[in-house]
């Protein structure tokens, strides 16, 4: 005989999301993860109308017609356009119930995680969004707390856990023990800058006009934090800002490094703050058991080498650098008692 839990599960879905500022993620609650898209809308502008979400839309950055705009929602980790933010939740929660029957009685409970950083404004925006797009009930869990639990931390054993989520527009460093956040530090500063920096520097150096999708691209093949042992290259095409016409050039992975240095040493300087914030019994745990790192921008080459270097304690990648977060949220989603155990905002 199904047990009244058994029976709930059933006739329900329980989703985790990453919301990110340039990736979202999905779990579902038993399942794993689901979905993983751009998070990018293309919307006609003169109706308003979404035309396409995730990877279709991120296809159209840079190359879509007068009448039609591909925004990107979130910025700085948090929701930078209410509407769209709330379309592209819908779209998310469609296709993951789609195909799974036509069986769920009651709306998805939602694990939503969100910067240690925002505001309760923010807090709020993103919990109607997600309420306005379907959830029943909606939680938010703080980045940190959720990637340090899907990195396989310890959070809520009596020693202090130090994380490094370096994701598209939030760098989030924080000191976990005994399931609560004891000092984090969330600095605007991430992948998305270093972009940027790639961006103006190409501009200023060549006078030459890439887009983020191409600077993207020049960090992931030759950027770098650290020295390496041998030096790349990339041929770049953009358009010359003087006769605005296509140029090709040959960029090297020394000056993309000397370009990353100022939103490289940000996320630095917040993780020697967050050091000098922690007491001094945690600190000495972090000293044993190192630093782990994690978010799709933690993987550019040298930088835990660097961080390491910079402050004398060890410093590593967790193993599942871009799912930690989600898949944090998949474990509250999976125990009530660990819920109950740890720092979950619930409305």
């Known amino acids: 005989m199904l047990s009244l839990q058994q029976i709930y599960d059933y006739f329900t879905i329980d989703i985790g999301i990453d919301l990110g500022t340039a990736n979202s993620l999905v779990y579902v609650k038993g399942e794993g993860i689901v979905l993983r898209e751009p998070s990018v809308v293309a919307v006609e502008q003169n109706s308003g109308k979404v035309i396409a979400v995730g990877m279709e839309a991120k296809r159209m950055l840079g190359r879509t017609p007068a009448n039609i705009t591909a925004i990107r929602p979130m910025r700085d980790g948090v929701i930078a356009d209410f509407?769209?933010?709330?379309e592209m939740l819908n779209y998310f929660i469609r296709q993951v119930q789609k195909g799974r029957g036509s069986r769920y009685l009651s709306r998805p409970r939602v694990v939503v995680s969100v910067p240690s950083g925002i505001t309760e404004v923010e807090k709020r925006a993103v919990r109607e969004s997600a309420l306005q797009a379907g959830a029943r009930v909606v939680q938010l869990i703080e980045e940190p707390m959720a990637a340090a639990m899907g990195a396989g931390l310890p959070v809520e054993e009596p020693v202090g856990s130090m994380i490094i989520d370096i994701g598209g527009g939030t760098t989030e460093v924080a000191v976990i023990s005994l399931g609560g956040i004891v000092y984090a530090k969330?600095?605007?500063?991430?992948?998305?800058?270093?972009?940027?920096?790639?961006?103006?520097?190409?501009?200023?150096?060549?006078?030459?006009?890439i887009g983020p999708r191409t600077a993207e691209d020049i960090k992931i093949y030759i950027g770098s934090a650290d020295t390496m042992e041998e030096e790349l290259v990339m041929t770049v095409k953009g358009n010359d800002q003087m006769g605005g016409l296509p140029r090709t050039i040959e960029v090297h992975s020394e000056e993309i490094r000397?370009?990353?240095?100022?939103p490289v040493m940000s996320i630095v300087a917040a993780v020697k703050t967050t050091l000098e914030k922690t007491p001094s019994e945690l600190a000495g745990d972090i000293i044993d058991r190192g630093i782990c790192m994690a978010g799709g921008s933690s993987q550019l080459r040298g930088l835990a080498s660097l961080i390491s270097r910079e402050t004398g304690l060890p410093v590593y990648v967790c193993r599942n650098p871009e799912t930690a977060i989600v898949e944090g949220a998949g474990r509250v989603l999976e125990s009530l008692d660990l819920m109950q155990r740890i720092e979950v905002m619930v409305r």
């Open 83 to 86: 509407d769209i933010t709330q």
């Open 258 to 262: 000397e370009a990353l240095m100022e």
């Open 186 to 209: 969330s600095v605007r500063c991430a992948g998305d800058a270093m972009d940027d920096a790639i961006i103006q520097h190409i501009k200023r150096k060549y006078n030459l006009l």
